[in-house]
């Protein structure tokens, strides 16, 4: 997995391209130092898969930036990850667009 950070002013990007897994997702976690961010976007035109662990990750994100008034967003997912979203009711909580 390869994990892509871009600041822009209070907009921090970070692109995962690969399967996002038990095996991966502390790589992602530990680049998620979200300090400085207003809004977080993950773009996931790259993410091949994704499991629990992957979205136990992504669910932190969302919980920290929620606590600190934030925003944080989902773009560009496959339709498996979209289903993996919907079918677990994330969809409901995380912005994807």
């Known amino acids: 997995m390869d994990v892509i950070r871009k600041q822009e002013g209070a907009t921090l990007t970070i692109s ?10 502390p790589e992602l ?3 998620m130092k979200l ?3 207003g809004e977080v976007v993950f773009d996931l ?3 091949e898969y994704i499991s629990s662990a992957g979205l136990r990750v992504l ?3 969302q919980k920290i930036m929620a606590a ?4 944080m967003k989902v773009v560009n997912s496959n339709a498996m ?3 993996v979203f919907d079918i ?3 969809s409901d909580i995380f912005s994807v667009e």
């Open 88 to 90: 677990t009711g994330l």
């Open 81 to 83: 990850v979209r289903g």
């Open 68 to 71: 600190r008034g934030g925003k």
């Open 59 to 61: 669910m932190g994100a």
């Open 35 to 37: 300090d400085d961010a």
């Open 29 to 31: 976690e530990a680049e």
């Open 16 to 25: 995962v391209v690969g399967r996002l897994d038990t095996n991966t997702a």
């Open 45 to 47: 035109a790259g993410l």
